[in-house]
C-alpha cells in the first residue's frame, strides 16, 4: 500500500464573503459599508464615521484618543501583556509560536482608546448570514409583546430567555424595540441585546450606549488548575506596523 506524503499547509485562507454590519438608523435597517469611513479631528483625538453602504450617512461613530506606539524586541512568543491579550491563543498556546524568533527591527504596534459617539442599534440575523440589508427575523407576522407572552425570546447566543422583566419597551426612531436591563456576558465592548418590530416582523440586535469604549478583542485566561475559565476584556485597542505583522508571520508554526 502507497501513503501519500501530507500536502504543505499553507498559512494563507481563501476570502469569504464579508457580511456588513448593519443598524438601525432612522427607522429603517441600514447596512454598514466594509470600505467607506470619514475620518477628521476632533477634541485632541480621530473621529472615524462609518458610512451607509451607499456612502451617504454617517451609521457609526467612535472617537479615538491616547494614542501612543509601544517599539517590540525580543522573542516574539515573550510579548508584552497587552498584545498578549490582544493575540488571546496566538500567544497563550505555546505550540503556535516559535520562541526562537525575534521581532523585526522596526516591529511596533499603536495602541489608543476607541469611544462610542452616540448609541448605536445593531440589528442582526437571527440565523444563516444574509448579505442585503434585511437580516433575517427572530419570527414572523408578530409582535415582542406577543413572544413575551408566550414565554419569552430564547437566546442561545446569550444562554438567556428573556422575559418582559429583563428590559425596559422603548421606541426608537418609530421602532418599537426591547431594550435589556443588563449587559451580555463575555463581552469586549459593553452592549446590551435588543429586539425590534419592522414590518410586522421582530428582529434581534444589540445595543451600544453613547459614552461606551469599544474593546477591541475578549480574552480568556484560564486559572490555576485550569477546571474554569476567568473572562477579561480589553478596554483598548491594538495595531500592528508591517514589521510586526511579518514578524509573526514567520513566527507561526502552522
Do not use: C
Not at 25 to 34: D, F, I, Q, R, T
Not at 94 to 117: H, I
Not at 194 to 204: A, D, F, Q, S
Amino acid at each position: 500500500m502507497t501513503v501519500s506524503a501530507p500536502s504543505a499547509v499553507s498559512k494563507t485562507l481563501g476570502e469569504q464573503t464579508q457580511i456588513p454590519t448593519r443598524v438601525l438608523n432612522k427607522g429603517a435597517v441600514v447596512a454598514e459599508s466594509l470600505t467607506i469611513n470619514n475620518v477628521s479631528y476632533q477634541n485632541g483625538g480621530v473621529r472615524f464615521d462609518r458610512m451607509s453602504a451607499d456612502g451617504t450617512t454617517a451609521v457609526e461613530s467612535v472617537l479615538r484618543s491616547n494614542y501612543s506606539v509601544v517599539p517590540l524586541a525580543g522573542a516574539v512568543a515573550s510579548s508584552p501583556t497587552e498584545l498578549v491579550q490582544y493575540g488571546n491563543a496566538l500567544f497563550t498556546n505555546t505550540t503556535l509560536l516559535d520562541p526562537s524568533v525575534n521581532w523585526q527591527s522596526g516591529a511596533a504596534y499603536e495602541k489608543f482608546t476607541a469611544t462610542m459617539l452616540g448609541d448605536v442599534y445593531y440589528v442582526n440575523d437571527f440565523v444563516g448570514a444574509t448579505t442585503g440589508n434585511q437580516p433575517t427575523p427572530v419570527a414572523k407576522g408578530t409582535t415582542i409583546a406577543a413572544l413575551m407572552s408566550a414565554g419569552g425570546i430564547v437566546s442561545n447566543t446569550d444562554s438567556t430567555t428573556y422575559k418582559s422583566t429583563d428590559g425596559t419597551m422603548t421606541t426608537v426612531d418609530g421602532v418599537t424595540t426591547f431594550v435589556a436591563n443588563t449587559a451580555r456576558a463575555h463581552l469586549a465592548t459593553p452592549e446590551y441585546r435588543t429586539y425590534y418590530e419592522l414590518n410586522g416582523n421582530v428582529y434581534v440586535g444589540s445595543l451600544i450606549k453613547s459614552g461606551t469604549v469599544v474593546g477591541d478583542v475578549g480574552y480568556t485566561v484560564a486559572n490555576a488548575n485550569s477546571v474554569t475559565t476567568t473572562y477579561d476584556t480589553q478596554i483598548y485597542q491594538v495595531r500592528l506596523n508591517a514589521a510586526a505583522i511579518a514578524s509573526l508571520n514567520a513566527a507561526m508554526k502552522y
